[in-house]
């Protein structure tokens, strides 16, 4: 009976050895650097890079039930979406919420 579970004991040890070790790393490395170091500027440039193109991507080039809404909504959701970011002083959640709604809301009005 206990043989039959060692596969999983054994599963469960090797994810968190290959996972924990690298966050408790990250974490002692991470109290020693500078944040306003030209490296870790260097990485949030990156971090940021990549996420829009992934944004960029999702907006221009969609799949799923996205592909079927028109580009000039897409594109007007997210200008409208930035501009309010912009608009409450940089609040995510309001540049998150409001091209949802407005997708939504054009989505239901086509």
């Known amino acids: 009976m206990m043989s039959d579970y060692w596969v999983y004991v054994v ?8 996972t924990d070790i690298w966050r408790w790393l990250g974490v ?9 170091s ?3 500027r260097w990485v949030k440039a990156v971090a940021t890079a990549l996420v829009m193109a992934v944004t960029v991507k999702l907006i221009v080039f969609p799949t799923g ?3 079927e809404t028109p580009l000039w ?7 409208a979406g930035f501009a309010a970011f912009l608009a409450t002083g940089q ?3 309001v540049g998150v ?6 997708l939504a809301a054009g989505l239901a009005l086509l």
Do not use: Q, Y
């Open 11 to 18: 599963i469960i040890v090797a994810g968190w050895l290959a």
């Open 65 to 67: 039930s996205l592909a």
């Open 73 to 79: 909504l897409r594109l007007g959701a997210t200008l």
């Open 91 to 93: 609040r995510v959640a």
């Open 28 to 36: 002692l490395a991470g109290n020693r650097l500078d944040e306003e």
């Open 97 to 102: 919420v409001v091209p949802i709604v407005l």
């Open 38 to 40: 030209e490296a870790l």
